[in-house]
């Protein structure tokens, strides 16, 4: 087939499938990464030795596991470990940008964005929500625009924004950009420095379990209020714990939430992987099968939304047969009517020769 992906021989592609290999072995053609990502073995290891140990009454340590995920995410998005805040939840640190706007601000949004982004916005009332085809979103920044927030990749059918054209729209008019990257963080590099705010929930194409998320801030904390923080929101949390905190820390980790402890443990050692991996080499594999599956599907007579460049494919119409492929032992999703792949690191050829062959059915 035009367009296959050819098997490693040696060198660093060999590297790439034998470290794959060595943790992930799904019992199914597993192509539903955008809605959860498969955990590594490693991880599955550190979260079971992390519950015994508290079962046992000698709990290991795992506020270290925490700064450990802090540091890696921020690697991962390029900026410094005092940036980036560990919480639970896209909709939690949404809202929190929402909170520190005033009454009246423009909030320029993508049409059709994911919920747990652009809700907390609207639920606040007193703000201005517009609402814009994607890929008009930087041209429709103008001088009322007070943030723009848009994910990265869109999760129902993939499509890539251009955030270097929201960026700099978003400079000129001196907006403030938030950026969910959710669908993208784990296979397509980011540079976050550029962006005030990014936020993400780490169970997708990080691999983590749930319970995990991120959210970057801007190096002057970008006026968000500590509306929600407890003791581990302290410059110094063990001594914070009573009463008034009474000085927050000087970084983000004033916006933490007090973090499920046992995902953190496992978060760790999926965050490593990918680093062990690199965001380029996953990148190339995840899009060279997400293209294999794009030509199958027009040999098939079928059309995929257009997507180029991604890992997620989307195809209209097709959505009624999630049911008949997870039968089959294909997990996709159905989105709005249409059939939603998306393909990652533990993805072969033959996995979509096989969705392939199921559809031909």
Request: aromatic share 6%; glycine share 8%.
């Amino acid at each position: 087939m035009d367009g296959e992906v050819p098997e490693p021989q040696s060198g660093p592609m060999e590297s790439f499938e034998n470290l794959v290999r060595a943790e992930f072995a799904p019992k199914n053609t597993y192509l539903n990464t955008a809605s959860t990502g498969l955990l590594p073995a490693r991880t599955v290891v550190a979260v079971r030795d992390a519950v015994s140990s508290v079962a046992a009454g000698q709990p290991f340590d795992m506020f270290a596991d925490v700064e450990a995920c802090r540091a890696a995410f921020a690697r991962l998005v390029g900026v410094p470990a005092a940036r980036v805040a560990a919480g639970a939840s896209v909709a939690t640190y949404s809202g929190l940008v929402a909170a520190s706007l005033p009454a009246g601000a423009e909030v320029l949004t993508a049409e059709a964005d994911f919920s747990s982004l652009v809700n907390p916005f609207h639920v606040r009332g007193d703000l201005k929500v517009r609402s814009v085809p994607l890929e008009l979103i930087a041209g429709s920044v103008g001088p009322q625009t007070a943030l723009v927030a848009v994910s990265s990749v869109q999760s129902a059918d993939g499509r890539i924004a251009d955030l270097a054209a929201v960026r700099d729209a978003a400079r000129a008019h001196g907006a403030r950009t938030l950026v969910d990257a959710s669908q993208s963080a784990g296979w397509l590099p980011l540079d976050a420095d550029g962006f005030d705010y990014v936020v993400a929930v780490a169970y997708k194409w990080v691999l983590c379990p749930r319970g995990v998320a991120f959210l970057v801030v801007p190096q002057d904390l970008g006026a968000l209020p500590p509306l929600f923080a407890g003791w581990a929101a302290g410059e110094h949390p063990w001594d914070s714990c009573y009463g008034p905190v009474e000085e927050l820390a000087h970084s983000a980790r004033r916006y933490d939430e007090s973090p499920a402890l046992f995902s953190y443990a496992g978060a760790r050692h999926s965050l490593a992987l990918i680093e062990e991996l690199g965001v380029d080499a996953v990148h190339a594999h995840d899009t060279a099968l997400a293209d294999r599956f794009r030509e199958g599907l027009v040999s098939l007579g079928h059309e995929p939304l257009p997507a180029p460049g991604s890992a997620i494919v989307s195809v209209p119409g097709l959505g009624h047969r999630q049911g008949e492929l997870s039968r089959a032992g294909v997990e996709v999703s159905d989105r709005a009517g249409n059939l939603r792949a998306a393909f990652h690191l533990y993805n072969r050829a033959a996995d979509v020769d096989r969705m392939l062959d199921v559809l031909s059915g």
